[in-house]
């Protein structure tokens, strides 16, 4: 089973960049697809990036498309979100999840796995 933590989130000011980190464990990770959410206070849990952990195939949301980079080092067993020209419509709390499909991450229902999530605040 995958283990997953978030890092790296903060507070920026609008147009900066964040990088946050997907830490993982278990001797299976690297079989794991992997995506980010995010859900800002009252509103519903949103996909914003996915990635086939050995394939490098990735899929984003449309708000993201452009200015939000998903990538992995399988080595250190992480996945990293790069956030640039962020905007305050991007505040949110950014979760990390694991599934061994990557149409199950991308659909983001029946999910195996998520990290605890980190906060991202993006001031105006």
């Known amino acids: 089973q995958a283990q997953l933590v978030e890092s790296g989130g903060g507070l920026v000011q609008a147009g900066g960049s964040l990088r946050l980190s997907c830490a993982g464990s278990?001797?299976?990770?690297?079989?794991?697809?992997m995506g980010w959410f995010r859900q800002a206070p009252g509103k519903e849990r949103g996909f914003v990036a996915a990635?086939?952990?050995?394939?490098?195939?990735?899929s984003y949301a449309d708000s993201v498309k452009g200015r939000f980079t998903i990538s992995r080092d399988n080595a250190k067993n992480t996945v990293y979100l790069q956030m640039n020209s962020l905007k305050p419509e991007d505040t949110a709390v950014y979760y990390c999840?694991?599934?061994?499909?990557?149409?199950?991450?991308?659909?983001?229902?029946?999910?195996?796995?998520w990290g605890p999530g980190t906060q991202v605040t993006v001031s105006s």
């Open positions: 278990g001797r299976t990770f690297s079989t794991y697809a």
């Open positions: 999840a694991a599934d061994l499909s990557f149409r199950i991450i991308v659909a983001g229902q029946g999910i195996a796995y």
């Open positions: 990635i086939v952990w050995r394939g490098g195939d990735t």
